[in-house]
């Protein structure tokens, strides 16, 4: 009996990881949704700003962007800087996000978690082939949208605020590029 429970316990554990590593009905579907985002890796780096007052607020920043789980799904790390009155430098933003793609809704989900506790999960889609934007419906300055494209190696990426019946306002621009391999 006990070497009919070790025999078992051991199939069991041997079997595990092979079943693991079994795709799912749904894994080509999303592993061609991701493909399309492959645009996005790299290790990216430049400036930008942000405007929520009649002055504009200057940064430096890094986007890390990097393929996880075999392709399925897109993890980013961005870090951005504000060189303050007394040449020190604060963080302003620091958060890390990973996109995969929900097959049953057939669209990007895209998860964001700042370093002052925020999270959240929003729709995101191709706008173009190099074209990602995603929304956040519900916000103090109303609805707010982030679109990021990429083209001859840079990222611009643009945020924008409408309240409702308003036009889009820009309140945020980033300009990086693809920094070179270290």
Same mark, same amino acid.
């Given at each position: ?44 780096e430049g ?21 996880? /789980? #075999?392709?399925? =799904?897109?993890?980013? *790390? ?7 009155? $007394?040449? +020190? ?37 191709l706008v ?29 990426? /643009? #945020?924008?605020? =409408?309240?409702?019946? *308003? ?7 980033? $300009?990086? +590029? ?5």
């Amino acid at each position: 009996m006990l070497r009919t429970l070790f025999v078992g316990m051991a199939l069991l554990i041997l079997s595990s990881p092979a079943m693991a590593q079994r795709n799912t009905r749904d894994y080509p579907e999303k592993s061609e949704a991701m493909k399309k985002l492959e645009f996005l890796v790299g290790s990216w780096e430049g400036d930008g700003y942000v405007q929520f007052s009649p002055q504009k607020s200057p940064f430096k920043g890094t986007e890390l962007v990097q393929k996880k /789980i #075999g392709g399925l =799904a897109i993890m980013i *790390e961005g870090i951005h800087k504000m060189t303050l009155p $007394n040449g +020190k430098e604060r963080v302003v933003h620091d958060a890390l996000g990973w996109i995969t793609y929900d097959t049953k809704a057939k669209h990007y989900k895209f998860e964001s978690h700042l370093s002052n506790g925020r999270s959240d999960s929003f729709t995101a889609k191709l706008v173009d082939e190099k074209t990602l934007r995603w929304e956040i419906p519900k916000t103090p300055l109303g609805k707010m949208r982030y679109t990021t494209k990429i083209s001859d190696g840079k990222w611009h990426e /643009i #945020g924008e605020a =409408a309240k409702e019946g *308003e036009d889009w306002k820009p309140f945020f621009e980033m $300009n990086l +590029k693809k920094a070179k391999a270290k």
